[in-house]
């Protein structure tokens, strides 16, 4: 049977990745960074791009931080 109807359809997670890919994100605290993202086997890597500087982090430490702090490492 197929799905026609939205209520109750899901989207795989890279579909919803592909769609924050390469866009501009502000922070909290007014901090702009590119999000891009690869993936590893089953594991996905996320890319923070912010002031010139790539910094790559698994998914698991990106969902563990907020992104004012990722960006304050990135310093």
Same mark, same amino acid.
């Given at each position: 049977?197929? #799905?026609?109807? #939205?209520? +109750?359809? =899901?989207?795989? @997670?890279? %579909?919803?990745?592909?769609? !924050? $890919?390469?866009? %501009?994100?502000? %922070?909290? !605290?007014? $901090?702009? /960074? #590119?999000?891009? /993202?690869? $993936?590893?086997?089953?594991? /996905?890597?996320?890319?923070?791009? =912010?002031? +010139? !500087?790539?910094? #790559?982090? @698994?998914? %698991?430490? =990106? ?11 990135? @310093?």
């Amino acid at each position: 049977m197929i #799905q026609i109807n #939205q209520i +109750g359809k =899901y989207h795989r @997670k890279d %579909t919803l990745l592909d769609a !924050k $890919k390469g866009r %501009t994100f502000v %922070t909290p !605290k007014n $901090k702009e /960074y #590119q999000f891009d /993202y690869r $993936k590893e086997g089953r594991s /996905y890597i996320f890319i923070l791009i =912010y002031d +010139g !500087k790539r910094m #790559q982090i @698994k998914e %698991t430490d =990106y969902n563990r931080h907020s992104i004012d702090e990722l960006l304050e490492i990135m @310093k």
